[in-house]
């Protein structure tokens, strides 16, 4: 198969080529940080023990970790969207970005009175802020 020649690049041409590839990379960057912000609610916990309804034994997250996996309703829900205003691409990283709200997963991100912080959106981003731009090419 001969490569393919190009016989006039005109700059809406270069402009398109370069705006499919900046949605690719940016899709990739917010699959990849959904997927670091799942595994990190998979990962071995240090709150609590207690006993579950049927039985089996629960250990919850402690302050300052991610929410330990329990039902699956939050890590299910953590998704990304790819918006546009203008000209720009913007990255939407959280959970449930169509408007249902799952009430609890704010407030396990900032904490209340009465809890201290679960952060899993913020501190995923943060710890993989290096490969995240290394994805997107920056």
């Known amino acids: ?3 393919t020649v190009w016989k006039s690049w005109t700059p809406d041409l270069v402009i398109n080529m370069a705006k499919r590839n900046a949605e690719g990379l940016l899709e990739d960057a917010c699959q990849y940080l959904v997927n670091k912000i799942k ?3 998979l990962e071995n916990k240090n709150g609590i023990i207690y006993t579950l309804s049927n039985g089996l034994e629960h250990q919850a997250s402690a302050p300052f970790e991610s929410p330990a996996y329990r039902f699956g309703v939050l890590y299910d829900n953590v998704e990304y969207k790819i918006l546009r205003e203008g000209d720009k691409l913007i990255g939407a990283v959280g959970v449930n970005l169509d408007g249902e709200g799952i009430g609890y997963a704010y407030y396990l991100e900032v904490g209340t009175r009465n809890m201290a912080i679960r ?3 913020r501190r995923t981003l943060f ?3 290096t490969q995240l731009k290394k994805i997107l090419g920056i």
């Open 39 to 41: 595994a990190s609610m």
């Open 127 to 129: 710890e993989n802020e």
């Open 119 to 121: 952060p899993y959106l």
């Open 1 to 3: 198969m001969s490569p």
